[in-house]
């Protein structure tokens, strides 16, 4: 069965700092894996997903994930961080392994980002 | 705009208590999903609807039941409400692309 883990439920940086959020994941097979955002009092956004073809993936609002299958990661960066990416950010998985739904997805404990000045 | 449109956006109940959370999406997609989000547990899949007629379990679907009632709407319903059901439930859906979301319900049942 496919899961994620999320390491550090919470991750403070500075304006300026270089943001990077952790996720290791299990699969059995080849994986599909997305991150998302989720701001307050609202639904979560896509930000960036995997599906075997590059393994550097890069999002909007400037972030990108790097898929190293010998380390089992989908660790999350962003150069620069800036006030507004304060939100909770959250790694899935998908189950399925074939067909074209995304939707049976496994998520992350997921990780709350403060953005100090 | 296009989405997934959730309703209520908050709800109290009594334990025991019964109600139906409504979702609808406009994006012509297939399949649909209830999630329920609890604080560090991230999100769990509750029930999906791979296409219309269609309904599955997810990983905790006890106590709640669904409806596809057409391609556009699927609803969750609690027949009887308890306080562990208190959450924030999400709708999302999706086609040949990754989930979309609706903006959420967040119930408490006391």
């Known amino acids: 069965a496919q899961s994620v883990t999320q390491l550090g439920s919470h991750v403070s940086v500075s304006e300026g700092a270089l943001v990077l959020l952790r996720c290791n994941y299990s699969?059995?097979?080849?994986?599909?894996l997305f991150w998302y955002v989720q701001y307050p009092n609202q639904g979560l956004q896509l930000l960036l997903k995997y599906t075997s073809a590059a393994t550097l993936v890069k999002g909007i609002n400037g972030f990108e994930a790097e898929f190293k299958k010998s380390e089992t990661s989908f660790h999350l960066t962003k150069p620069s961080a800036h006030m507004s990416d304060a939100a909770e950010y959250f790694c899935?998985?998908?189950?399925?392994?074939?067909?074209?739904?995304?939707?049976?997805?496994?998520f992350g404990q997921g990780t709350i980002l403060t953005v100090h000045p | 705009n296009a989405g997934v449109t959730q309703t209520p956006k908050f709800q109290v109940l009594k334990t025991g208590q019964s109600m139906t959370l409504q979702c609808a999406q406009d994006?012509?997609?297939?399949?649909m999903y209830w999630y329920r989000q609890d604080p560090g547990m991230g999100l769990r899949l509750i029930y999906y609807s791979a296409s219309e007629g269609t309904t599955d379990k997810g990983e905790v679907p006890n106590g709640y039941n669904v409806s596809r009632l057409n391609k556009r709407e699927f609803s969750l319903r609690l027949e009887s409400a308890a306080p562990s059901q208190t959450s924030v439930y999400f709708c999302?859906?999706?086609?040949?692309?990754?989930?979309?979301f609706g903006n959420g319900t967040r119930l408490t049942v006391t």
């Open positions: 999302a859906s999706s086609g040949s692309s990754p989930l979309h």
């Open positions: 899935a998985v998908r189950v399925n392994a074939g067909g074209t739904s995304y939707g049976k997805l496994t």
């Open positions: 699969s059995s097979v080849p994986p599909y």
């Open positions: 994006m012509n997609h297939n399949s």
